[in-house]
Nanobody
Framework: QAQLTQSGGGSVQVGGSLRLSCSAS????????MGWFRQAPGKVREFIAA?????YYADFVKGRFTILRNSTENTVYLQLTRLSPEDTAVYYC???????????????WGQGTQVTVNS
């Protein structure tokens, strides 16, 4: 059974840091791309970052977030730093055979984890 299992997240003060983890299991093959999206209340799910042979970031990341991928273990991490209340959202990891900034085409999704930044 294909599954992406997330861990990490929680509540943090403005300027704080968090690390999100995502482990893939049961996939029919090693995904070429693993990435992260987020969705705030009342907003669409938006692309944050992806990692394959190269790394891709959304403009709003501005050097604050870093994606790390361990292809051997089929895991991906998202290091969040200098967090602000605007970063409050549910964060999702995803896996796919190609990179796209649109959430629709991504084939596999994690369960989501809440990140709350308190002012």
């Amino acid at each position: 059974q294909a599954q992406l299992t997330q861990s990490g997240g929680g509540s943090v003060q403005v300027g704080g840091s968090l690390r999100l983890s995502c482990s893939a299991s049961g996939l029919p093959s090693t995904p070429d791309i693993m990435g992260w999206f987020r969705q705030a209340p009342g907003k669409v799910r938006e692309f944050i970052a992806a990692a394959g042979r190269d790394k891709y970031y959304a403009d709003f990341v501005k050097g604050r977030f870093t994606i790390l991928r361990n292809s051997t273990e089929n895991t991906v991490y998202l290091q969040l730093t200098r967090l602000s209340p605007e970063d409050t959202a549910v964060y999702y990891c995803a896996a796919n055979q190609y990179v796209t900034r649109q959430p629709g085409p991504w084939k596999y999704w994690g369960q989501g984890t809440q990140v709350t930044v308190n002012s």
